[in-house]
């Protein structure tokens, strides 16, 4: 098991680029997350899919965009990419419930480092 | 809105020493709290969990303690080493109606350890 991946580790933009970060788990697990980490700070919800198909906004949104085609795929979109988003960019996954850690053991990605100019 | 947050941003020990973080929570209706162990450059890793029907729960070198009646919770950790220096979250959820596993998450602490 390779767990949960993202790609690609590092990225810089220059203001009003747009880029896809891809988060993929082999795990089976329904429901997937996409936090962003800001320096000194805890992790931040963006948006939040409990199913191939769906997806919610989670505590800050805004600039963002997501996308569940695939149940073992999780893209988080930035359309038009701006300082503020100078993050780095936690993608998670979990069971819905059971597990021998808890019923809501969340496993993280490595994180991707964006840089926004 | 609702949040959790930590006492201590930063904890220094020795290496062997028991080390303790900790962490104040606000809202009284989370019912399930987690934390996680963040070294640099990765992502959080679970460490250990407790419903909040719970006071106490152990693993492996680490307790958990949860005080409701105060809204706190503890990390305690035996016999520290320095392979457990890294920033520690605590997270909580309101699992009940549909929190879809949200995570909310303190500052964290960073935990030094010295030889």
């Known amino acids: 098991n390779a767990g949960v991946t993202q790609t690609p580790k590092f990225r810089v933009l220059k203001t009003g680029q747009s880029m896809t970060l891809l988060c993929a788990q082999d795990m089976n697990h329904e429901y997937m997350y996409w936090y962003r980490q800001d320096p000194g700070m805890g992790l931040r919800l963006i948006h939040y899919s409990v199913g191939e198909g769906t997806t919610a906004k989670g505590e800050v949104p805004d600039g963002y965009n997501v996308s569940r085609l695939k149940k073992q795929n999780f893209l988080l979109g930035l359309e038009s990419a701006a300082p503020s988003q100078t993050s780095v960019y936690f993608c998670a996954s979990t069971r819905t419930s059971g597990g021998t850690m808890g019923l809501y053991e969340q496993y993280f990605g490595p994180g991707t480092r964006l840089t926004v100019t | ?115």
């Open chain 2, 1 to 115: 809105g609702e949040s959790v947050g930590l006492h201590l941003p930063t904890l220094s020990v020795q290496e062997g020493d028991n080390s303790i973080i900790n962490c104040a929570y606000s809202n009284s209706a989370s019912d399930y709290f987690i934390w996680y162990k963040q070294e640099s450059g990765k992502g959080p890793q679970f460490i250990i969990d407790i419903r909040s029907n719970m006071d106490k729960r152990q693993g492996q070198r680490v307790t958990v303690l949860l005080n409701k009646t105060v809204k706190h919770l503890s990390l305690q950790i035996a016999a520290t080493q320095p392979g457990d220096s890294a920033v520690y979250f605590c997270a909580e959820i309101n699992a009940g109606g549909t929190s879809y596993g949200k995570l909310t998450f303190g500052q964290g602490t960073i935990l030094t350890v010295h030889p």
